[in-house]
């Protein structure tokens, strides 16, 4: 059984955002089209593969297409006003050579398993047009005209695709066709051919709106980034230190350009280390006179930007403090909270602890207070 497969890319869809159609959108740093070619090219069964695109998009479909050197990824093709003569030109442009069956894909569904398609393609030995569905959970009305009428869900089915045909039906059955269908199977009841319908998946999803691409990058491109940061400051002579912006008194200080608080540049240079923007000293150089006796909270809200502006969110810290004294315990609390307040995670995301270092080194010694932290950031 020889099989093609067009893949329909033409659609204008920017509902979901951005400045390029939805099929072009990065998800997981590929296109969504690039994704939805390599599930179908995944199956040894699939021969040929056409995209349908519109005549706009050439240099969008060479740029998602380029890494793809497998030669069953025929040219593509031009798509018409309408999906139903997108579909009419992607089956005319297989009329050469023509394939046993013909599936037909969304470019914008790029999560179609193997098991989908095997399900597809096993039915099309038995009948002349598959699709995969689903059951209608939601509780569905009818809001027409002003009026409120109950639907009977288990009537319904949610259809996906790809949908799978004899190549030779589905091209005169669309040869055929003078209405504007919005899928295949219609055009192919239309023209008497046996349907099947095979259990679809939720993962299939057809990509719409924002929302849908947020959790596509959630559900399947989790990107978690690990930072560490170490820093030290010597005491000197004073009456408090300043640990994670908060004053704790003791009988020295701390030496340092800005307000030396080692605990909140460490958490400050784990979070760039996070992002992989370099350190407190590139943004902030010792050697300018703005950061003399600065608060620290400065340094650490850059970070947070710094993170926002990579489309990462801040999802952990931890924080340990090295010192003798002054004892950190009493004050740790206020410390969580007040890191909370500058970097906007929930304090049940914070920890700040602290251990001393046995009389051992210079900590030990009672000459300086190290501070060691780990942040870790994921993708929004
Ligand atoms: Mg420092």
């Not at 869809?13 to 951005?18: L, M």
């Not at 009456?239 to 958490?267: E, Y």
């Not at 950190?328 to 906007?344: D, F, L, Y």
Request: a negative charge; proline letters at 4%.
């Amino acid at each position: 059984m020889e099989i093609a497969c067009i893949i329909v890319a033409a659609g204008r869809g920017t509902r979901a955002g951005g400045d390029v159609p939805k099929q072009y959108r990065l998800l997981g740093r590929q296109p969504v089209l690039t994704r939805a070619i390599g599930a179908v090219l995944a199956d040894s069964r699939v021969g040929r593969v056409v995209c349908v695109i519109d005549a706009d998009d050439g240099e969008l479909y060479q740029e998602a297409t380029v890494g793809i050197s497998d030669r069953r990824l025929d040219q593509p093709v031009y798509g018409g006003p309408t999906r139903s003569e997108s579909v009419r030109n992607g089956l005319e442009s297989l009329a050469v050579n023509a394939p046993n069956k013909v599936l037909i894909h969304d470019a914008a569904r790029p999560f179609l398993s193997a098991e989908l398609l095997d399900r597809v393609i096993g039915a099309l030995a038995s009948s002349e047009a598959v699709f995969p569905c689903l059951p209608v959970t939601d509780t569905i009305w009818s809001v027409s005209d002003g009026n409120l009428e109950p639907v009977d869900r288990q009537r319904l089915a949610r259809a996906q695709t790809p949908q799978g045909f004899t190549y030779g039906k589905l091209l005169d059955a669309h040869r055929r066709n003078k209405t504007a269908l919005t899928d295949d199977i219609a055009v192919a009841r239309v023209a008497g051919l046996s349907v099947q319908a095979v259990a679809g998946s939720d993962e299939n999803i057809k990509l719409t709106s924002g929302g849908d691409f947020v959790w596509a990058e959630r559900a399947h491109f989790m990107d978690v980034r690990t930072g560490t940061g170490y820093d030290v400051h010597a005491f000197c002579e004073g009456d408090h230190v300043t640990l994670c912006g908060i004053k704790v008194p003791h009988s020295k200080g701390l030496l340092g350009h800005s307000d030396a608080d080692v605990a909140m540049h460490a958490i400050t240079d784990a979070i760039f280390g996070a992002v992989s923007e370099g350190d407190i000293g590139q943004w902030f150089p010792p050697s300018e006179a703005a950061w003399k006796g600065a608060d620290s909270a400065i340094f650490l809200r850059k970070a947070v930007e710094r993170a926002m502006a990579n489309a990462l969110r801040l999802n952990h810290l931890d924080c340990t403090i090295v010192c003798e004294a002054p004892k950190i315990g009493p004050h740790a609390e206020s410390m969580r909270k007040r890191i909370s307040e500058i970097t906007g995670l929930p304090g049940n995301r914070i920890s700040i602890k602290a251990t001393t270092s046995e009389g051992l080194g210079f900590t030990g010694r009672g000459e300086g207070i190290a501070a060691m932290a780990t942040a870790t950031l994921v993708n929004q």
